[in-house]
Nanobody, 117 residues
């Protein structure tokens, strides 16, 4: 059974920073791509950032220059450093991981990020 556990969400003022973490666990689970989506109520889930096992990175245009994704392969953990946060970044952030052998995509339960003064 693969589990992804997110942490680091919360309330922050505009211009502030937050760091999200997501650890994947499970017997013999090795992650290929890992990343983050976000979703606002009533809207589709959108990709925020993705990083492959080899380190290739993709960002949504709306977060380029403000967010940084990184990972620790030994810990099957992905991080999202969010700076210069804006109210429009408010959403539930979901991490995901794609298994190397099966290409199955696993999801975390989500962590709420609220940017408000």
């Amino acid at each position: 059974q693969v589990q992804l556990v997110e942490s680091g969400g919360g309330l922050v003022q505009p211009g502030g920073s937050l760091r999200l973490s997501c650890a994947a666990s499970g017997s013999i689970f090795v992650a290929n791509a890992m990343g983050w989506y976000r979703q606002v109520s009533g809207k589709e889930r959108e990709l925020v950032a993705e990083i492959t096992r080899s380190g290739a990175i993709n960002y949504a245009e709306s977060v380029k220059g403000r967010f940084t994704i990184s990972r620790d392969n030994a810990k099957n953990t992905v991080y999202l450093e969010m700076n210069s946060l804006k109210p429009e970044d408010t959403a539930v952030y979901y991490c995901y991981a794609v298994a190397v052998l099966t290409y199955t995509k696993y999801w975390g339960k989500g962590t709420l990020v609220t940017v408000s003064s």
